[in-house]
């Protein structure tokens, strides 16, 4: 597996913070992944889009190499850290691209901070408003998304499962690295994940409070959505039209929007469909204007 990756770590708001940077010049895009997930989702992505760009890829707080506080997972800390890591690059506005959670976490920072992003590229998430859900409550929400157990096995155990998912239709090297960077490995030889249980839960938490829809408005700067669009059983079939909805209204308020669809593709877009996604990244890019 091929990694030109430079591992480093930046000191924001008294928090260690690692990133790895791809590139040399052009426009900063900065790739924020999902929640219980790392920098290394954009393995296969971020080589490509250096090509044209500066790429960082961060680890947020409570994930991979990046410092675990026991608090300071809702959405006003964790867009502060992106805005501290944003003024470390120096004065040319970046484009933020975020994955799922990180998706959501690029909506809010745009909204918060409407002059600091040249562009936003919401990468399967953005849409994401858990409350919005007919017949969801907190107490129910926190049951069916708590994260699984998974501390009962080895990594090799991991791998084995992991392939049943919806990850084993797109396995590779780099998507074994990604899962893996996710645990640690205890003294006994099981796994433990980085993202803690409680901060996990607090990041939920704060996915149940936030309302993208209401954000939407307040978003100055062009907006990319780049969604996964498969079929399958009757509850998919009612996410997706819940999706293709809840983006519909997205597209109606925001100012400059583009949405890309990526058919028969799982919610690892950055895995299972990485060519497409740089490319369609690559071209929205292109096409801002300063």
Partial sequence: MNDPAVDRFADLRGLSFHYREYGEGGRPLVLLHGVASNSRVWLIVAPLLARRFRVFALDQRGHGESAKPDGGYDFPTVTGDIAAFVETLGPERPVIVGHSWGGNVALQYAATYPDSAAGIVLVDGGYIELASRPGMTWERTEVEMAPPDLTHLTPEQLIKGAKQWDLGRCWSEEA??????????????????????????QVLRALWEQRPSQLFSD????????????????????????????????????????VRWFADTIHDIPLHRPNELAQAIEEFVLGLDG
């Fill in 176 to 201: 074994e690295a990604f899962l893996l960077a996710n645990f640690e490995v205890t003294e006994a030889g099981t796994i433990r994940p980085y993202l803690s249980r409680a901060n996990h839960m």
């Fill in 219 to 258: 978003v100055r700067c062009p907006t990319l959505f780049a969604a996964a669009e498969h079929e399958g059983d009757e509850r998919t079939h009612t996410w997706m039209k819940r999706k293709r909805e809840a983006i519909d209204r997205a597209s109606e308020v925001l100012s400059d929007c583009q």
